[in-house]
Structure formats: structure tokens, C-alpha cells
């Protein structure tokens, strides 16, 4: 699970822009999600902005260790497709529909504020799990299949959406990871019946 190029560019520069970020205030809140800012001043760059920086190094090692992981994978197994910049466009575009129903849910509310990757992220992840549902990934050191990390995760996070408090955008996550199944299949329709042929037949 070495990272692509690609992927390695952009671990590069969320990581430099975040720790910017934390020692500088003024650049934190010039890209966080703001959705007044978006809404009455136009700052439509928060859209994109806010995936670069992250609360804490805890925040952003856990996105970016993801990334590292499955990134490349993806990157490589989009390149066919849609070319070697391709998952510059995907990783982008994720960012951005990920945050689109938080933005359009909290426009009018001063006191909401989201930042970090996570919304692409976790595209990037199901992107994959699409692509080999009985892999084994590793949740805190313990090793899982990918399809039922997946629906474990998609269900906490509608549980946790709804419940809300705890600082966390899982409507991003989840928003996120549709996006990456999407994306995917619709550059590639046939990777449906991939997936229902790889589910239907477990290989650890």
C-alpha cells in the first residue's frame, strides 16, 4: 500500500498547510468553514480550504496516515481512466461535495465552523473498499474486512449525525465516502458487478 505520487503531493501540502495553520490564527480562520463568510463576503475558496487544515496533529495524522495507505492504491487504479492528475481532481472535487450539505444546512449560523480532510478521506476509502471489499485493514491495530468496516462506519456515523455534540462533521464523512462509491462507478459502470462478484465470494 505504497502512496502514489499524486497522493504524496497532497499529503505534502494539507501537512505543511496545517501546520501553518496552527501557529498562525489568522490563516485558520481565513480557511476554516465559515458559512457566513461564504454566503454574505463570497469566500467560496473555504469550500476547498477548510480540507487543508486540521484542529490538532492527532486530527491531521489520522487523515493523512489514511491517505498514505489507500491513496495511492486508488490513484493508480484511476489513472487508466482519467489520467495521472486525475486523482488531483477526484481528491478536489470530494473535498468540496463532502462539505457542500454541511455548508447548505449551516449558512445562516455564525457559530458553525468545520475544517479538515476528512470528507475526502473517506471518499478515497470507499473508493477502495468498492474495489476490494474483503481486504484487510487495520481499525486501531486490529485487522478488519474492508466491506464491514465500511458499513460499521457508515452507520456510527448516521448514529453519531443525528445524535450530534461531539465536534465531529459525520455528515461530511458520510457524504464522503457516497461521493467516492460514485465517483467511482461512474468512471467504471462494470465495477458494480466487480464488487457484487468479490462480495459474494470472501477472499481474506
Known sequence: MNAGPVTLVLIAITVLVSWQAFNNPRLLERLILWPPAIDRHHQYDRLLGHGFIHADWQHLLFNMITLFFFGGLIERAFEPYIGKLGFVFFYLSAILVAILP????????????????????????????LLSPWSLIFVFFIPMPAILYAVAYVGYSIWMDRRGGDNINHSAHLWGAGYGVLFTVMMEPRVINTFLGRLANPSF
Open 102 to 129: 454541511t455548508y447548505l444546512r449551516h449558512r445562516h449560523d455564525p457559530h458553525y465552523r468545520s475544517l479538515g480532510a476528512s470528507g475526502a478521506v473517506s471518499a478515497v476509502l470507499f473508493a477502495f473498499v
